[in-house]
């Protein structure tokens, strides 16, 4: 049987980490895995998780499965902290699943179920995992025009005209916020003319908001997927709690399915815990007992949100670094998008050969499409950063 099995590619961002591990320069910069550092290169984890973690731990009397669902506790917490009073309680169905990855699973495995005849749209560029895992399905898949190399913004009347090709029944993929690997988001306004195209092609949105609190705050950042949310009868939406709880270990994540009334709802939920069933049986749990426990307790959730935003303004900070330093070097305002772009990434939009002489001449590690992790950056390497960036021709 095994001897079947062919070679397959190797993921980029895994082969970019082993590189970046074997590489025995000093100065190395690693770019290209998505996780946060703080400003000494690690990955910390929260205070208010390491009470919440204390508080588990001497309360918690059983380790018995919650249900194929998931503690529904977490599922209320996440839904107001996405949702909060967009759209109706007794509409949106949810499940636990592990990591945002698992929902994104989840939801195409529902579309497949409930419509497989749909072509699912994804913005070019987006997150790789999103069409691995749809092309994996064997569903039909196309995509929007979404980045201007150029501008390094949105292609916003490419990605409207490529919109005119939604069918009736279509699913189209939306980035929540701090689209990935772009960092250029949409505005408020431009999401409200995506919705009224999407309404008028009689398509399916479904979000995946991975990256709440790290780009305008908490509430600004949830602020297009309940606008998306209170406009269509059914939408899907995937939540992770990796970024923004950094507990990327735990594989916590939300699956949401908005029905059009309860009786939706009802089958909604249904056939989401069916699939769980099918795939894991019953997620995990102690990452969605971290997340419940702070966002309902006030001390816990205060101290999370302050400590978030510490996270939030440490990366908007090196944005804003970065881009000066460069304007300094070049005498031109051409990088000025960094510090308009939000999240953790960010796409210089150059070619993979500059993007390999940045690893091989410098010691800067970023992915071939030259979407850069601000995250992995403190104060000491931006400079060396931007004279690397300079002196590739970038």
Known sequence: MLENLTQLPADKIL????????????????????????????????RAVKEAERRILADQTSKSYTGLAGDPAFGQAMRELVLADSVAADRVAAVATPGGTGAIRQALELIKMAAPNATVWLSNPTWPNHPSIIK???????????????????????????????????????????HNPTGANLTIDQMAQVITKLQERGAV?????????????????????????????????????????GIYRERTGLLMAIGKDAAQQALAQQTLAFLNRQNYSFPPDHGARIVTTILNDPELRADWEAELE?????????????????????????????????GMFSRLGTTPDKVEKLRAEHGIYMVGDSRMNIAGLNAQTVPILAKAIVDAGI
């Open 310 to 342: 510490e996270t939030r303004n440490g990366m908007l900070g090196l944005r804003a670094q970065l881009a000066a330093e460069l304007k300094r070097l070049t005498n031109s305002d051409r990088f000025d998008f960094l510090a308009d772009h939000r």
């Open 136 to 178: 994996y399905l064997g569903m039909k898949m196309a995509e929007y025009r979404y980045f201007d190399e150029q501008t390094r913004g949105v292609d916003f009347d490419g990605l409207l005209a490529d919109l005119d090709g939604v069918a009736e029944g279509d699913v189209v993929l939306l980035h929540g916020c701090c």
């Open 205 to 245: 949105p479904m979000v995946d908001i991975a990256y709440q609190g790290f780009g305008d705050g908490l509430e600004e950042d949830a602020a297009i997927t309940r606008q998306i949310a209170s406009s269509f009868d059914n939408v899907l939406i995937a939540a992770s709690c990796s970024k923004n709880f």
């Open 15 to 46: 082969a970019l980490m082993a590189k970046f591990k074997e590489d025995p320069r000093t100065d190395k910069v690693d770019l290209g895995v998505g996780v946060y550092k703080d400003a000494s290169g690690n990955t910390p984890v929260m």
